[in-house]
């Protein structure tokens, strides 16, 4: 089992900038595939980014790509989600997900393991 907690979250204005940290226990980090996904009100579950065990490949959705960077620090098990040039659309319940399954990474197989979410809010 792995537990991960998410922190970071809050509220900002259009074109500011959050860190969101992830921390996970329960499995060693380093054997972990890393993930963001978002969910906005009255929306899905829509993935904003993935980052491989070693952290040597990182995977962007369209509507985050140059503005999201995923990371992660295998020594502290943690991940991380810099977020720079928000936008109102940004606005969601962002979670940390884990999984040993590569699938997740080449085929967007659902995650096994979920943090709690922590809410993000950008004003326009």
């Known amino acids: 089992q792995v537990q991960l907690v998410e922190s970071g979250g809050g509220m900002v204005p259009a074109g500011g900038s959050l860190r969101l940290s992830c921390t996970a226990s329960?499995?060693?980090?380093?054997?972990?595939?890393m993930g963001w996904v978002r969910q906005a009100p009255g929306k899905e579950r829509d993935l904003v980014g993935t980052i491989t065990k070693s952290g040597g490949s990182t995977y962007y959705s369209d509507s985050v790509k140059g503005r999201f960077t995923i990371s992660r620090d295998n020594a502290k098990n943690t991940v991380t989600l810099q977020m720079n040039s928000l936008k109102p659309e940004d606005t969601a319940v962002y979670y940390c997900?884990?999984?040993?399954?590569?699938?997740?990474?080449?085929?967007?197989?659902?995650?096994?393991?979920w943090g709690q979410g922590t809410q993000v809010s950008v004003s326009s």
């Open positions: 997900t884990a999984d040993t399954d590569y699938d997740v990474i080449i085929k967007r197989k659902e995650w096994t393991y």
């Open positions: 329960g499995r060693t980090f380093s054997n972990l595939f």
